[in-house]
């Protein structure tokens, strides 16, 4: 087997704008020419606009198989404490409008990734969120190169009880702790291609699951079709982003 070295990563800042790191270089999503820079941004200075969830991505791969069945295998990682984004993790916003000691409830990350089987490891911050894995209620997306993508699922374990003092300066509440998470993929995917991650999120706010569409900025968008995931194209309760990548390849 022959390692590919293309080990990428991406800031996702999900809910607000993204960009992809690579090699050292910072670049914009969707992948760009090499000679093409995305602009840097002051973290400490950007304050989320609604509900999100905002960390590091990375992700390398090996070749496996030959001939006409020469694929990938993949691993793929997210880090939802990088303090260099600023803000980070699972955001809400505005949570100084919500009714007094609201509950935050079945928050649902998804991360949509070219393959359905890999070993999990779970890193700091995992205790409230069960292990990621992979969901098949959610169907398939097409992604970039026609490559068919799953959902991998983490929920939160325990509803929250947010009270006044969990809300900062900037009428942000912060759903801790941040969570690690890591997928060493087991399959050999033919023919594969470069790697990339999209990702759907929704939250239920006092019993109501909430609709996060109001708006829409830097390829961000609830429903919709083309080559955007989507959990189904007519749910508006679920926020779906456009492709990050490629991570490798």
Known sequence: M????????????????????????????????AAVAAPAYA?????????????????SRQSCGSGQNRGYKYTWSIDNSDEDLGYHGVLFPGADQWPTNSVVSDVINLYWLPFQTGTVT???????????????GYGTRTGPGGVTY?????????PVTVTSGMIDGNKVFHLGPDY?????????????GKLYVS??????????QMNNCSGSYNGNFC???????????????????GWVGSLAG
């Not at 973290?43 to 992700?59: D, Y």
């Not at 205790?127 to 098949?136: G, K, R, V």
């Not at 690690?180 to 594969?192: A, D, L």
């Not at 990702?199 to 109501?208: E, P, Q």
């Open 122 to 136: 779970q890193g700091a911050g995992t205790s409230m969120w069960t292990t990621l894995a992979y969901n098949a």
């Open 223 to 241: 429903g919709g079709t083309g080559n955007y995931p989507s959990t189904t194209d007519s749910s508006p309760n679920w926020r779906n982003n």
């Open 199 to 208: 990702h759907a999120y929704t939250y239920t706010l006092n019993g109501v």
């Open 43 to 59: 973290a400490s200075q950007t304050v989320p606009k609604q509900f999100s969830s905002w960390g590091t991505t990375r992700g």
């Open 2 to 33: 022959t390692e590919i070295n293309d080990d990428h990563g991406a800031r996702d800042r999900v809910g607000i704008s993204r960009r992809t790191v690579m090699k050292g270089a910072a670049w914009s999503a969707p992948l760009l020419v």
């Open 180 to 192: 690690q998470f890591s997928i060493t993929g087991t399959e050999c995917v033919v023919p594969g």
């Open 150 to 158: 799953y959902a991998w699922e983490t929920k939160q374990k325990t």
